[in-house]
């Protein structure tokens, strides 16, 4: 039986979220091993407190201090379970990183997981918002995953129509939310990739660089060179990435909008229209503003960022002033991706 991990007090989450605010958990504490978490969870002392499942905490922000358990996920394990010539299963621990996952991949020529290099974050995170970047989502290479039920400790495989996965959605962020703590996650790797080039930004960089028939290597390079012209290093300012989701709105109510804004960028999205929110949020004069230590990214209008000492708090107002005034502008209600601890 695997011995109860350590558990800290009053533990200061700042250096475990990207936005770098300070937070304390009540209790904190790091598995490795499911086992050791089956342990923890069924612990009399833990068992009545609200709990926490945190990864690398780049897709939360925390408003409150957390009054229960954060329960850090730190299982590392990467194994083919199952191949042929032409894919095989590739089976990973929950706190594995997830660009060193997707190096890792493209090292051994594996293919699907290359336009999504440098997302950063655990691999258990990543079906919790069916992460996604430069054409391409988890949910195309997801075969399956393991999760302990936080009541019972007992395990349970979700395949792909059991995580209802979405648009930055899954069953884990709506039905089951708070309920399983995943411990692995497999992905269907291909060996004879085809790479996706449909992403414009992603073509035209190849393009600018002479590369016609780009291997993985080639994508996972170029998408790296584009997030770091694009994106804020949270190790240099504190950030969650995209703070909201791109709005998808019926196609009615965009051809009104088309009215009056011509120049309104916009992607099909099934029979409805998705609209960059980062382009919604500039038109409302957000892009490189600043209260207090609380900012707009200057390059990137869709990137909420502490420059130094803003609280969780102070992040959720700025949010806030910038939702009320796109609603006020365009009626389009944005919805925050990232999870926000009260
Ligand atoms: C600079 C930057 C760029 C980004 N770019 C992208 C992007 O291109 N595409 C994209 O999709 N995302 C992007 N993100 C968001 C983020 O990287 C992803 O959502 C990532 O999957 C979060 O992983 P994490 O381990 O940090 O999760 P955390 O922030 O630790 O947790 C996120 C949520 O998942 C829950 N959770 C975490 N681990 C588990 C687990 N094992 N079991 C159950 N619940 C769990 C948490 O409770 C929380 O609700 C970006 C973030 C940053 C800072």
Request: hydrophobic letters at 40%.
């Amino acid at each position: 039986m695997a011995n109860l991990p350590d558990v800290k007090k009053n533990f200061d989450l700042k250096d475990h979220n990207t936005m770098g605010v300070h937070a304390n958990a009540q209790y904190f504490a790091s598995v490795t091993s499911a086992d050791e978490l089956r342990q923890l969870l069924l612990q009399p002392d833990y068992k009545i407190l609200p709990k926490l499942m945190l990864g690398g905490g780049s897709n939360l922000l925390f408003v409150n201090d957390f009054e229960g358990l954060v329960i850090h996920l730190n299982i590392k394990d990467r194994a083919v379970i199952e191949e042929n010539e032409e894919e095989l299963l590739l089976q990973v621990g929950a706190g594995e990183n997830w660009h060193e996952t997707v190096m890792f991949a493209v090292e051994n020529g594996w293919g699907g997981i290359e336009n999504l290099s440098f997302i950063p974050g655990s691999v258990g995170a990543a079906p919790i918002q069916n992460i996604g970047a430069y054409g391409v989502e988890l949910e195309e290479v997801f075969e399956s995953l393991e999760a302990i039920d936080l009541e019972t400790g007992i395990s349970k495989t979700f395949d792909k129509k059991a995580c209802n996965f979405e648009y930055r959605d899954s069953v884990f962020k709506k039905e089951l939310k708070g309920k399983y703590i995943i411990t692995d996650v497999t992905l269907r790797l291909q060996k004879d990739p085809e790479v996706n080039t449909t992403y414009r930004a992603l073509s035209e960089s190849l393009e600018e660089k002479g590369i016609s028939d780009p291997t993985i290597k080639d994508i996972s390079e170029t998408v790296i060179e584009i997030r770091q012209s694009k994106l804020p290093d949270p190790a240099e300012i504190g950030n969650t990435g995209s703070f909201f989701k791109n709005p998808v709105i019926p196609a009615e109510v965009f051809k009104e909008l088309q009215k009056e804004y011509p120049e309104i960028p916009n992607y099909p999205a099934g029979d409805k229209i998705k609209i960059p929110a980062a382009w919604l949020i500039d038109r409302c004069g957000w892009k490189g503003k600043q209260i207090g230590d609380a900012g707009v990214h200057k390059v990137h209008a869709l990137v909420i960022v502490n420059y130094g000492n803003a609280t969780g708090a102070e992040i959720i107002e700025l949010a806030e002033k910038i939702r009320s005034s796109v609603f006020e502008k365009f009626g389009i209600v944005l919805i925050p991706e990232v999870n926000i601890i009260t």
